[in-house]
């Protein structure tokens, strides 16, 4: 595997990590005022690109955040990954409400945005083999409630995660009422008897919608396994047959362990191998699709 490499766009030139900064009156770092997108390119071509774009403009709607046209994502993507040098990455994009000075929660009403994205490296498609391996924690979720804007308000998840790193796991999937909503950065699926559960976007509080967890539903249709979307309880989590978490950057991560205790054997089970094989076909086809024209 080559070496991670970083370059930054912020507001329209190509920075080095080490040089790129912000104000700090800038209102996403005082506040966390600001919304973000990643999306995962193979072989030049953004995965779900449309579907960021509109939750991107949702996120922008909702925290009335204005002043950048989220279409163009893709020019700041290729601008980026072109000055990587590479068709294989994550573009981060962070749009925040803009500096303001003095501080003020009350947004001043003529600020312009600033926009930053983040490009990284990562694996091309045929790199990967299998999903990668995700040991767990369940904890309760105490985050913000409207979990389906994509805000970077993201202190709760970030405590959890430091939760789960310090007991060796990866990642926090988070719970309320013994319900689960989703994972610290991700969608999160059980498997029991065959079929997939996954908790609904709307209960039991709103959730981000992934666009992988979206890729996930398409191929379990494709494949004729049997998904509900709905109420799963944390037991359905420590009883699974298997389990998994979805992102862009991870796309499926097979759950090892939960709170310390082995799923299944430790490996991808079969349907999680039947899900990640049909979601790496999707990808493939959109691929094929998008240099065809
Ligand atoms: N939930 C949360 C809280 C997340 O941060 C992420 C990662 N962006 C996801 C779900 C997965 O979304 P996607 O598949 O669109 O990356």
């Given at each position: 595997m080559t070496p991670e490499r970083i370059l930054t766009w912020i507001d329209g030139s190509i920075h080095e990590p080490d040089d790129a900064r912000v104000s700090v009156f800038d209102r996403g770092f005082l506040y966390g005022d600001a919304v973000y997108e990643l999306v995962r390119f193979f072989d030049d071509v953004g995965m779900g690109m449309d579907l960021h774009i509109e939750r991107l403009r949702r996120s922008l709607d909702r925290t009335g955040i204005t002043g950048f046209d989220p279409g163009t994502y893709p020019s700041i993507c290729r601008t980026l990954m072109d000055a990587l040098e590479t068709s294989d990455a994550c573009i981060y994009l962070q749009v925040s409400r803009g500096v303001q000075v003095p501080r003020r929660h009350a947004p001043?009403?003529?600020l312009s945005p600033t926009v930053v994205a983040i490009g990284s490296t990562s694996a091309p498609l045929s790199e990967l083999e299998e999903p990668i391996q995700v040991p767990i924690i369940v904890l309760p979720d105490l985050r913000r409630?409207?979990?389906d804007i994509k805000a970077t308000s993201l202190i709760e998840n970030v405590m959890a995660t430091i939760q789960a790193v310090d007991a060796d796991a990866a990642e926090p999937i988070l719970h309320e009422d013994g319900l689960l909503t989703e994972g610290g950065s991700s969608n999160v699926f059980v498997v029991r008897n065959g079929t997939l559960l996954t908790p609904a976007l709307g209960d039991p509080r709103?959730?981000?919608e992934g666009v992988t967890r979206r890729f996930v539903?398409?191929?379990?249709g494709n494949l004729g396994i049997?998904?509900?979307?709905?109420?799963v309880?944390?037991?359905?989590l420590r009883e699974a047959d298997e389990a998994?978490?979805?992102s862009s950057r991870r796309l499926l991560g097979t759950i090892t362990s939960v709170d310390g205790r082995q799923i299944g054997d430790g490996r991808p089970g079969a349907v999680t191998m039947q899900v990640f094989e049909e979601?790496?076909?999707?990808i493939q086809t959109v691929l094929e699709n998008e240099h065809a024209h």
């Open positions: 001043d009403g003529t409630r409207s979990c709103p959730i981000l539903v398409e191929a379990a049997e998904i509900m979307e709905g109420d309880p944390v037991d359905a998994f978490v979805t979601v790496r076909r999707i």
